[in-house]
């Protein structure tokens, strides 16, 4: 049974700075696709930041240069440092791993993520004061 265990979330003030951790059971994130994805109370879940197969993160617009997602392989932990918080930051955080796709294509194995991811989370809730 797979589960992804959120922590870190809590109050912070605008321009702060906190971590979110992701603990996986289950499931190996190096072996995964990963990410970070957020929601807050009246809008739709947008992805944050995301770790490809090689190792490439991508993040959204909003949080470019303030947010840094990594992992740590030997602890199958997955992280996001949320730097220069701002009140749109404000939003359940949640984790996500999926399994991407494999392709040979003569003798180079390529990897791509899914549309959809499997494994998610319950939610970290971040909130931001002034």
């Known amino acids: 049974q797979v589960r992804l265990v959120e922590s870190g979330g809590g109050s912070v003030q605008s321009g702060g700075s906190l971590r979110l951790s992701c603990a996986a059971e289950g499931i190996t994130f190096a072996e995964n696709c990963v990410g970070w994805a957020r929601q807050a109370s009246v809008q739709d879940r947008e992805w944050v930041a995301r770790?490809?197969?090689?190792?490439?993160?991508t993040y959204a617009d909003s949080v470019q240069g303030r947010f840094t997602i990594s992992q740590d392989k030997t602890k199958n932990m997955l992280y996001l440092d949320v730097n220069i918080v701002k009140p749109e930051d404000a939003a359940m955080y949640t984790c996500?791993?999926?399994?991407?796709?494999?392709?040979?294509?003569?003798?180079?194995?390529?990897?791509?993520?899914?549309?959809?991811?499997?494994?998610w989370g319950q939610g970290t809730q971040v909130t931001v004061s002034s």
């Open positions: 996500a791993a999926g399994r991407p796709t494999r392709y040979n294509d003569y003798g180079t194995v390529y990897y791509k993520c899914p549309r959809v991811y499997a494994y």
């Open positions: 770790i490809d197969m090689d190792d490439r993160m």
